[in-house]
């Protein structure tokens, strides 16, 4: 027995060491990987800028509350917000303490309790995101859950409008389903739902843990449908792998969240926020973004070209670098034959290879996953 409970399955991969787009395991055995850490590791592993950021800030002070101003959290607020066209930042710890911090200050907000969120959706692992999630799979065996959370199909504006009402506090949504299985949302679904919050007093809040901070080319995915969010929740690649997560809201949401309404020991740490500071400047620089726009064009049209004639193929889809492949089943074994050929990707759903390589990956490397799929699935699904 390991001393851990057994939450996660684990891979038969242990990590010695990465740096840019490549880890290491124990026994020397390098790996293309195209999982950043599950889309947190934008800017690759080992980040020269974020590095140098992290040991100033060790050199100084590590933890001292947030009962203390730090001007370094005024500074990361500023960039986050002007960087999303919002107002405000309360800094968490993780994706999912980003976005139950979105449903406590919507729900306060409007004096309203239900949420609309969407099937396949994935928000955290807390009791309130879960509830939030739209994958039953998620809450099995921990009984009811939060009654305030309706769920309807994504891109499906009918069944969104029969939900509508003036009892709803907010619409929340993945602009990009990650976990569901890399479902894209519709701009003119996108655009209704914000036109339907305005009509009836709710919040549009938009989950960007997994899709912001310059993963589809833009600081923010809802950004590529020119809306105008409520409420933006950002965490994974905020940090470049150091543990934060932001709620950033509008002006008018201030009041709402004032001294003693939320908290959290550990948010907006020192070291964190010194690493979220480095990691932004370098992401939100224009002309980084739109390397990010031309990889990922570049990234797609090659999985298609190259797997046009794989027949398990149905489709490929994403934006920016974060694309799924969609089989015909399952994917659990294609992952691991995968790591066996030196590339670490990851599932989205049953049936959906998810690829969300750094946003520094170059065309080689690139090309080098491309290849390492397509041998695979020949391998596996054509000669066998």
């Not at 690759?44 to 100084?60: N, S």
């Not at 509350?65 to 968490?92: H, I, R, T």
């Amino acid at each position: 027995m390991s001393g851990l409970f057994p939450t996660y399955a684990r891979w038969e991969v242990e990590p010695a060491k990465a740096i840019g787009s490549y880890l290491y395991d124990k026994n020397d055995k390098k790996y293309l990987d195209f999982t950043s850490g599950i889309g947190v590791c934008n800017l690759g592993h080992q980040p020269e800028a974020v590095k140098k950021a992290v040991q100033i800030q060790l050199d100084q002070f590590w933890h001292v509350s947030n009962l203390f101003p730090q001007e370094k959290q005024v500074l990361a607020a500023k960039m986050l917000a002007d960087a999303a066209g919002l107002e405000a930042v309360f800094f968490a710890n993780s994706g999912a303490e980003a976005n139950e911090g979105a449903i406590k200050l919507a729900r306060k907000a409007t004096g309203r309790t239900k949420i609309i969120t969407f099937q396949q959706s994935f928000h955290g692992r807390t009791f309130a995101t879960m509830s939030a999630t739209g994958q039953d799979k998620i809450k099995e065996g921990y009984g009811n859950m939060l009654e305030s959370f309706v769920y309807v199909p994504y891109n499906d504006i009918t069944s969104l409008k029969a939900e509508m009402s003036h009892e709803v506090a907010a619409i929340m949504l993945e602009v990009i389903q990650g976990e569901g299985g890399i479902h894209v949302g519709e701009e003119p679904f996108l655009k209704e739902v914000e036109k339907l919050c305005k009509e009836y007093g709710a919040l549009f809040v938009i989950d960007e843990i997994q899709t912001g901070i310059g993963r589809t080319g833009k600081p923010f995915a809802f950004q590529q449908y020119d809306l105008s969010p409520d409420i933006v929740t950002s965490a994974k690649g905020l940090g470049s792998g150091f543990p934060i997560g932001a709620v950033i809201g509008t002006e008018k949401l201030v009041t709402f969240f004032g001294p003693g309404s939320h908290g959290s020991t550990f948010g907006g740490n020192p070291v964190s926020i010194s690493a979220a500071i480095a990691t932004m400047e370098e992401i939100f620089a224009p002309e980084f973004l739109e390397s990010v726009v031309q990889k990922g064009e570049y990234t797609k049209s090659l999985l298609e070209q190259e797997l046009k004639d794989i027949s398990v193929v149905k489709e490929i889809r994403g934006s920016g670098l974060m694309i799924g492949v969609e089989l015909q089943h399952s994917v659990g074994s294609l992952l691991k034959d995968l790591r066996e050929s030196g590339l670490l990707a990851l599932p989205a759903g049953e049936n959906v290879l998810r690829l969300l390589p750094p946003l520094t990956a170059t065309e080689e490397q690139i090309n080098e996953a491309v290849h390492i799929i397509k041998a695979v699935l020949h391998k596996s699904y054509i000669t066998a």
